[in-house]
């Protein structure tokens, strides 16, 4: 069974400083997809950024950046210079063939 | 062009009634799912249609719970005799094919309360 895990609850930052969201994970799979994904108050779910697992190169989108440990399974986020509009749950996701599967998220609030 | 819309945006129900909720997936969009989103809670995968093939019911959490997908585009989530653990917010996602390297587009969800 495949397995996502989100250990921080909640998280805050102050505006534009960095934070780290971590996830790790538990797959037997060798290929697979890992995503982050926020979802903001609206509730409207878009993806942040993905990286595929047989890349060994980290993904970066912008001020987002994930630091992808395949050996130790580990997938975090960071986010540079936060904004106010970072502000949202933060869900990590593994995908393999046809399952996906989500971790609990991480609330993260960014503070004026 | 238009993303995942979901209908009704609330529904508040009474325990013991039946309940559907409704989702459009973006046009072309084969793979289509179904996930729960208690509160606090991340994202619990209940079904998924691909294409003509049979769906994944393996998430549904009761016989309680049924979904169809007509024509290969707008599905229904329906819950029977509904029960207050039922409360919690429906969201529908659809991708360009069933394979779980592509991105998922959300809907904006339904918040369902039984009462």
């Known amino acids: 069974a495949q397995t996502v895990t989100q250990s921080q609850p909640e998280m805050s930052v102050q505006e534009a400083e960095t934070v780290t969201l971590s996830c790790t994970y538990d797959t037997s799979e060798n290929n697979y997809y890992l995503f982050w994904y926020k979802q903001p108050p609206s509730r409207q779910m878009i993806l942040v950024i993905r990286q595929e697992a047989y890349k060994q190169q980290n993904a970066t989108e912008n001020r987002f950046s994930v630091n992808f440990q395949k050996a130790a399974k580990s997938f975090s986020l960071k986010i540079s210079d936060s904004q106010l509009g970072d502000t949202a749950m933060y869900f990590c996701a593994l995908g393999n063939n046809n399952d996906m599967r989500f971790g609990a998220g991480t609330r993260l609030t960014v503070k004026p | 062009g238009a993303g995942v819309s979901q209908s009704p945006s609330n529904k508040v129900t009474e325990k013991g009634k039946d309940v559907e909720l409704r989702c459009d997936p973006i046009s072309g969009h084969t793979a289509l799912y179904w996930y729960r989103q208690s509160l606090g809670q991340g994202l619990e995968f209940l079904i998924y249609f691909q294409g003509n093939s049979a769906p994944d019911k393996s998430g549904l959490p009761s016989d309680r719970f049924s979904a169809e997908r007509t024509g290969g585009s707008v599905s229904t989530l329906t819950i029977q005799r509904t029960q207050q653990e039922d409360s919690a917010v429906y969201l529908c996602?659809?991708?360009?094919?069933?394979?779980?390297?592509?991105?998922?587009?959300f809907g904006p969800g339904t918040r369902l309360t039984v009462l």
């Open positions: 996602a659809s991708s360009s094919r069933g394979r779980s390297y592509n991105e998922q587009f």
